[in-house]
């Protein structure tokens, strides 16, 4: 195991931990049901519209550009969702520590 999946393998357990923590001493009554994470939450994809970048001439700027027409089908992989009692929706959550500049798009 790599050192860097352990860390956010690690990181993704503590928010779990944390959540339940919260939950537990929640004055308003807000109780966490379910946590879900890894294979269960694999293998799901999106169609979303193509995206390209192009740089502005005669500067470091980059105009992002999406297509009508032309889709492209993306994986959509939380790294967990749970729900919480006192709520209707299902949250995700995707931990990451890198900076935006390093995402790679269409996930930017």
């Known amino acids: 195991m790599k050192l860097g999946f352990l860390r ?8 779990h931990f944390m959540l339940e923590m919260a939950c537990r001493n929640a004055a ?3 109780s966490h049901v379910a946590w879900r ?4 939450l694999r293998g799901h994809k999106a169609d979303v ?5 192009r ?5 470091n700027e980059y105009v992002w550009e999406e297509h009508d027409n032309k889709l492209q089908t993306v994986p959509v992989e939380p790294d967990g969702l749970f729900s919480l009692h006192s709520q209707t929706a299902e ?3 995707s931990a990451t520590k890198r900076t935006e500049a390093q995402c790679r798009p269409p996930t930017c």
């Open 55 to 59: 740089r502005i001439e005669g500067s």
């Open 8 to 15: 956010h393998s690690l990181m993704i357990s503590r928010t």
């Open 37 to 40: 994470q890894g294979a269960e």
């Open 49 to 53: 519209p193509e995206m390209n970048s």
């Open 91 to 93: 949250h995700l959550i």
């Open 28 to 30: 308003a009554g807000v």
